[in-house]
């Protein structure tokens, strides 16, 4: 049986692993940080931090173990934040074997040097494209672990990688599509989290359904202006790794994303949000790497740059507001 290796014991990691061992497919071991986590998921198959409340598979393990988890594993799935990916890969790489394919979980985009997560796993651990996937999509991670129904997209540029792993993630509750555009599929997942920063503002600000269609929609055609200078297929866009998640995301209360813009919104100062919040917001930083990313092929992104003012320049959400509708009048158009 496949051996597959999920690094980071968060919230999507765990709901991930908890995916494969409910497929049957693959023998999954999870990995994470902290022992106390690793045991309860072994001998109470829960991951109380993270996850409360949720039984996991049985047949789910874990380990704090980096070398225990990567051993043999002919699939590694990373689940980490993504600002740390590049120092974690650098000490699990000795470990993870010269054939394994490495499955990006992660929708944020590298600050610094403004590559995508998949980009980062092929620098790093010098694969092919052949052995460099990402699954992204409407996943709200406690949703999942709960069983609820699912759909996702699993993107290699091979495509026999992604309906490898797409067999291997298929289950009763969760539905993954194959997918050879990576480029689309990753930043439909990144900037969707700026969009929902954004959505969230509006929110805490008093907005209602007419902001946030609003906010959705051209948040939309920003991603896919975006999304189609760096060479991704528009059609993705509008599917579950664009408009799926951009949805799921921006409407719902388990966002962490969304909820840490509507804490912003509603009066909080920055320092108070960033301290309220415990688990990973990937937009707040992914929101620099990505306008950078935009401004090196001149696409304009209003939307996420009002995002870089509220999280990194002081630029207070009337402001933002003030910004975004005093743009000039133009017509409407959705990508390039
Ligand atoms: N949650 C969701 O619904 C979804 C999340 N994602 C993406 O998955 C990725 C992971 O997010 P998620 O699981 O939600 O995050 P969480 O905040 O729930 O968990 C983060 C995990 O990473 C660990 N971690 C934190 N810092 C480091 C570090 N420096 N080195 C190694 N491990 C670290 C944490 O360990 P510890 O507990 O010890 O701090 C924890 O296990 C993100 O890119 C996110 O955008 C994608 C789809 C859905
Ligand atoms: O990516 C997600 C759903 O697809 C989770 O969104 P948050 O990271 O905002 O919680």
Not at 4 to 28: E, I, K, P
Not at 89 to 118: D, F, N, Q, Y
Not at 201 to 228: C, H, P, Q, W, Y
């Amino acid at each position: 049986m496949t051996k597959v290796a999920v690094m980071g014991g968060g919230s999507w990691g765990t709901a991930f692993a908890n995916v494969l061992a409910d497929a049957g497919q693959a023998r999954t071991v999870l990995c994470g940080r902290r022992a106390e986590i690793a045991a309860a998921v072994n001998e109470r198959h829960e991951n109380p931090d993270y996850l409360p409340g949720v039984k996991l598979n049985p047949e789910l393990s874990a380990t704090a173990d980096p070398a225990e988890a990567l051993d043999g594993a002919e699939v590694v799935v990373v689940a980490v934040p993504s600002q740390t990916l590049r120092a974690n890969l650098r000490t699990w790489a000795p470990h993870i074997g010269p054939g394994a394919v490495v499955v990006s979980l992660m929708k944020g985009v590298e600050l610094g040097t403004s590559l995508r997560m998949s980009e980062v796993i092929a620098e790093e651990l010098a694969l092919p494209e052949s052995q460099v996937a990402v699954v992204t999509g409407p996943n709200l991670a406690r949703e999942i672990a709960e069983r609820q129904p699912a759909t996702a997209v699993v993107a290699c540029p091979h495509e026999p990688t992604a309906v490898r792993l797409q067999h291997l993630c298929k289950s009763a509750y969760f539905r993954p599509y194959s997918s050879t555009d990576l480029v689309g599929a990753e930043l439909g997942g990144a900037v969707k989290n700026v969009i929902a920063l954004a959505v969230g503002v509006a929110v805490g600000m008093g907005f209602g359904d007419n902001a946030k269609a609003s906010l959705i929609t051209r948040g939309l055609a920003e991603t896919v202006r975006l999304a189609v200078a760096l060479g991704a297929d528009e059609h993705t866009l509008a599917g579950l790794a664009g408009m799926g998640d951009l949805v799921a995301t921006c409407s719902s209360p388990l966002s962490r994303n969304r909820t840490f813009g509507e804490r912003l919104g509603s009066g909080l100062t920055l320092e108070q949000v960033v301290a309220e919040t415990k688990q990973t917001a990937e937009g707040v930083k992914s929101s620099e790497s990505i306008l950078a990313l935009a401004r090196k092929h001149g696409i304009d992104m209003p939307i996420t740059e009002a995002v870089v003012g509220m999280m990194h320049h002081d630029l207070s959400p009337a402001e933002a507001l003030l910004a975004f509708m005093s743009r000039s009048a133009k017509p409407e158009r959705y990508g390039v």
